[in-house]
């Protein structure tokens, strides 16, 4: 899958878990690629890891039943959990 999305030079790449089941070690090989193709294109990925959202994106969307609860990057998102945390206790 990976090798096809980046044939003929796409400027807009869909990635449906491009690393589910993989062991550590392919898992970072192919996020290194994915970091290496990414300039000049649009990479648009679903993930359940968040330390894959947080290596690979730029912009982070979090989705439950279909609907987007929170995006924006990385450091954004994480002061959101915390302030939503600090609310709860």
């Known amino acids: 899958m990976l090798c096809v999305s980046n044939q003929g030079d796409s400027k807009i790449i869909f990635l449906d878990e491009p690393t589910s089941g993989m062991d550590p070690y392919s898992r970072r090989?192919?996020?290194?690629?994915?970091?290496?193709?990414?300039?000049?294109?649009?990479?648009?990925?679903?993930?359940?890891?968040?330390?894959?959202?947080?290596?690979l994106g730029d912009r982070i969307a979090i989705m439950a039943k279909g609907d987007v609860k929170c995006c924006g990057s990385s450091l954004f998102l994480k002061g959101q959990t915390r302030r939503s945390s600090e609310t709860r206790t």
């Open 29 to 55: 090989a192919t996020w290194d690629l994915l970091k290496k193709k990414k300039e000049g294109r649009v990479i648009i990925l679903t993930t359940h890891f968040m330390d894959e959202a947080d290596q």
